[in-house]
């Protein structure tokens, strides 16, 4: 059971736009960093975003993100096939002591 | 840039002990630290705890505490994730990665099998 809710699956068309929540507690989203994170099958996860809301160079702008209390989004605009993976919000929680990850949320390009 | 490159892939027992390695390049290792997060077949990333490659201050997960050690080597620049105690749920793919998750290694499968 993940500290951080996301839902399991998101799917949208070609060009669409798809939005990931992640929910947390004030004991980890309200008062932490957010990152998130894009995972292919068989690879390593690559961060996509981190400090709640800014990108590492060369990630799309396509790739946005918000926090607002406890909860944090992910909008993917503009959507290709190459964006089906598994994505991961992720932030620290200070009363466990513990960086957690959200459950994954796959996302599927009609 | 900063690269991550692990050992390979190891099958154990159960009771065994598993040590992964995670190598380093550049300078990442004077002035970062390193992540440890695991990934069960088919299930979610799990953060196992990370280590100071400057003063060697680590911080586990509750659940790990007392199985798992993380040490870093700052001469050869390898982290290193040992596993006490292996039991069959522990198999799973290790990942390194730095402090702030934006570099990360290939992984490691562990498989954990009698």
């Known amino acids: 059971q993940s500290v951080l809710t996301q839902p399991p699956s998101v799917s949208a068309a070609p060009g669409q736009k798809v939005t990931i929540s992640c929910s947390g507690n004030s004991f980890n989203i309200e008062n932490n960093y957010v990152s998130w994170f894009q995972q292919f099958p068989g690879t390593a996860p690559k961060l996509l975003i981190y400090a709640n809301d800014k990108r590492p160079s060369g990630i799309p702008d396509r790739f946005s993100a918000s926090k607002s209390g406890t909860s944090a989004t992910l909008d993917i605009t503009g959507l290709q096939t190459g964006d089906e993976a598994d994505y991961y919000c992720g932030t620290w929680d200070s009363s466990l002591s513990s960086y957690v990850f959200g459950s994954g949320a796959k996302v599927t390009v009609l | ?114």
Request: proline share 2%; charged share 15%; aromatic share 14%.
């Open chain 2, 1 to 114: 840039q900063a690269q991550l490159v692990q050992s390979g892939a190891e099958v154990k027992k159960p009771g065994a002990s598993m040590k992964v390695s995670c190598e380093a390049s550049d300078y990442f290792f004077t002035s970062h630290g390193v992540s440890w997060v695991r990934q069960a077949p088919g299930q979610g990333l799990e953060w196992m705890g990370w280590i100071s490659s400057y003063n060697g201050h680590t911080a586990y997960a509750q659940k790990f505490k007392g199985r798992v050690s993380l040490t870093t080597d700052t001469v050869t620049n390898v982290a290193y994730l040992e596993v006490r105690n292996l039991r069959s749920d522990d198999t799973a793919v290790y990942y390194c990665a730095s402090l702030d998750f934006d570099y990360w290694g290939q992984g490691t499968l562990v498989n954990v099998s009698s």
